[in-house]
């Protein structure tokens, strides 16, 4: 079916396919090499929108026309440096209102891809770079492909976004490296926090037949082809086991993933896992045919919808915070003062010399605790050099950027100081009048505190307006949230210096006015109030658990594990106090803490359980209230529903896309949902418990 897709995509920026003829080594004969290049730099990689499927598509007919002359024994496609193709084009997808078009999408990309693998002659990916979805799908369709050990990101993601593989990815994968280690990269890694794969892991699955460095990749690539052609080296593949017993096998443990993961609440991976199954008997027509229909269907769903709109906060909104003050107020930083030299603090001294790689000072109570905090920064230091991340020198140089002391009179030249000490609001208070004793008026003083309020932090400096929040989550190298937290007094400059420090730590960030754990935290802190409400009334842990499949990231109380559970009662009592109409202090919780234990689950003959004795410890006194597992998603998104709508009105953040890139970002949210305030919109919860969307209509959605 023939569309016009200019009124969908009317932003398209057109990746072009430049075509040059390359002499292979060895005599194997001329090379065409097409590079997909949008002519732009690193900050828009190659996409792959209907004016650039149409253009390769052309390419390849050009091609072909020459193969079938003689003129060329062979085609490749590379990509512009470091980036072979970031997938499908996503700016209009939002726009399509038909069904059809949907379809059209699909077909389109099998009709451009597969005239690659029907050229007539051998065809090369040379994947340089960046590889997602539709790019990755691209190299499928060759007959063999290369990849850079550098290149740091091939995956497909779109399970992750709500739909699925539609250019031939899940028909193609399974044949190449079978069932099961497809299954986990078409839908394990996208359910698990979009997992990418390195190139040395694509090597090692046989998604690549060969790896070279990235200082030559093409170079070596071109004489590898060469010699394939020539017969002088020889490319093995995997035999795939197409017994049904063991397809069946690996495509049911990927549907149990899958409901754990979502708790049957997202269709995408449901459908990526029926196209695997399907592909043990399809012909490549019946697989593609496939693909197109799950394609449609799923371009439709509110739950893509809502995944392109995630998507857009995380490309977007993340890059212009709403409520920054002008970058031209923001202070040079040239040195950091850490106090603390525990585990957070060694955490934040790490990032912050990697990043800024300015002098970074920590401080302690005690030499030992210092020199311990400092050797724990240089260890990292020493692991990254070992994963080849850092060069001995760059390491050595980094090293030498951080010292300790035990003396807060270190951070006299320092600009900015930020402390990783004890959750209590004395001792906070008591770090800040000794930084500010020995500072300059205008070092940024920045608390890493999870919900302590700024403005009382600040309250007996000469000057609080320095006083910033400048909260991260754990661990710190791996979630990009960092919450900046204005207290009453804080000025615009301090802002702005940190809004550029968390810009410079390559962290998304995002304004929050003082309040009470902030915006992940209360949240976060809501649903575990009233779950536990609801566990300390009778409804088991695991089916509590359960009713939350599909939202946050692993079961709440998986999660309360990771966080730990002291931690977890400290933020539970903090909003108890602010909030005693709606929050609890679980006793249970209190009981679990006092325990010692750090988990709610163990391993046992049957898998992960419910430990037994902490379930004991949730016996509930009275008659028990069990609620099944949908009872506890209704009660739970309800409370969430109220607590958003009251911190909107409160005005904690600007808008509900905050809280929901937030939620994302911080708190490992899933996009199919939008993070938290389209499903909330989307399921009526909004409606029947505030009485209002969150979100205008058509926002997320296809209304």
Not at 8 to 27: C, I, Y
Not at 120 to 143: D, R
Not at 146 to 175: I, N, R, Y
Request: glycine letters at 8%.
């Amino acid at each position: 079916m023939s569309i016009d897709f200019t009124d969908v995509f009317p932003d398209e920026v057109v990746t072009a396919s430049l075509a040059r003829d390359v002499d292979l080594p060895g005599g194997a004969g001329t090379l065409a090499l097409i590079t997909l290049d949008n002519g732009l730099d690193h900050s828009r990689p190659n996409t792959l929108g209907p004016a650039t499927l149409a253009a390769l598509g052309a390419t390849l007919d050009a091609i072909a026309a020459r193969a079938a002359a003689g003129e060329i024994v062979a085609v490749g496609v590379t990509g512009k440096p470091f980036i072979l193709a970031a997938g499908a084009d996503l700016s209009g997808v939002a726009k399509i209102t038909q069904r059809a078009q949907a379809r059209a999408i699909a077909e389109l990309g099998h009709d451009v891809f597969t005239r690659l693998t029907d050229l007539g002659v051998p065809s090369f990916a040379f994947i340089n770079g960046l590889a997602l979805g539709g790019g990755l799908e691209i190299a499928l369709h060759c007959t063999y492909r290369t990849v850079s050990s550098g290149a740091a990101a091939l995956a497909f993601p779109e399970c992750f976004l709500g739909l699925v593989p539609g250019w031939g990815g899940t028909w193609l994968l399974p044949q190449l490296i079978g069932p099961a280690d497809a299954l986990k990269v078409l839908v394990e890694n996208p359910l698990s926090m979009n997992r990418m794969l390195k190139g040395p892991q694509a090597l090692q699955l046989g998604i690549a037949d060969a790896m070279f460095d990235p200082a030559d990749f093409l170079a070596q690539s071109l004489t590898w082809a060469g010699h394939v052609l020539t017969g002088h080296t020889t490319v093995e593949r995997r035999a795939i086991d197409r017994d049904e017993a063991t397809w069946s096998a690996a495509v049911t443990a990927a549907r149990t993933l899958v409901d754990t993961k979502t708790g049957g609440c997202a269709p995408a991976p449901y459908r990526a896992v029926d196209l695997v199954e399907a592909a043990r008997t399809a012909s490549r027509a019946e697989g593609f045919e496939a693909e197109n229909e799950a394609l449609a269907d799923l371009i439709m769903s509110e739950e893509l919808r809502a995944g392109l709109y995630a998507f857009d906060l995380v490309q977007k909104r993340a890059k212009r915070p709403a409520g920054a003050p002008d970058r031209s107020l923001a202070r040079p930083v040239t040195k950091v003062g850490v106090v603390g030299a525990g585990l957070m603090a060694s955490q934040l001294a790490l990032l912050l010399v990697r990043r800024l790689k300015v002098p970074v000072v920590m401080t302690d109570l005690d030499q030992a605790r210092v020199d311990k905090g400092v050797a724990s920064v240089h260890a990292e230091l020493d692991k990254l050099v070992a994963k080849g991340r850092l060069t001995p020198d760059r390491c050595n140089r980094l090293k030498s950027l951080v010292t300790g002391s035990t003396s807060k009179t270190d951070f006299a030249d320092a600009e900015f100081v930020i402390e990783a000490v004890f959750e209590e609001m004395t001792v906070k208070k008591q770090v800040w009048a000794d930084v500010e004793a020995v500072v300059s008026a205008e070092c940024v003083l920045a608390s890493n505190t999870s919900s302590l309020s700024m403005t009382q932090m600040a309250a007996d400096l000469a000057h609080p307006e320095r006083v910033v929040g400048f909260h991260f989550f754990n661990p710190v190298a791996v979630m990009p949230l960092l919450e900046i937290v204005q207290g009453k007094q804080t000025d615009a400059s301090t802002l702005a210096t940190a809004f550029a420090t968390g810009r410079s730590l390559g962290k998304t960030t995002i304004l929050v006015q003082d309040s009470p754990s902030f915006i992940v935290n209360r949240l976060l802190g809501r649903f575990m109030s009233d779950m536990g409400r609801l566990v300390d009334a009778g409804t088991p842990i695991d089916v509590a658990d359960q009713g939350f499949a599909g939202i946050a990231p692993m079961p709440p109380f998986m999660l309360m594990g990771l966080v730990g559970p002291a931690i977890a009662l400290h933020n539970n009592e903090t909003l108890a106090s602010a909030f005693p109409d709606r929050f609890v202090v679980s006793e249970n919780l209190r009981r679990v803490v006092e325990s010692g234990r750090t988990s709610y689950y163990t391993f046992g003959p049957q898998g992960m359980i419910v430990d037994p004795e902490v379930a004991a410890m949730h016996a509930p006194a009275g008659t028990p209230t069990v609620l099944d597992a949908q009872e506890v998603r209704r009660t739970v998104l309800a409370g969430l529903a109220e607590e958003a709508r009251l911190m909107l009105d409160e005005g904690v953040v600007a808008e509900p896309m905050d809280l929901d890139l937030a939620m994302i970002t911080g708190a490992g949210f899933q996009f199919w949902n939008g993070g938290l305030t389209p499903l909330l919109d989307r399921s009526g919860v909004a409606e029947q418990t505030t009485g209002r969307r969150f979100l205008p209509a058509g926002v997320a959605s296809l209304a």
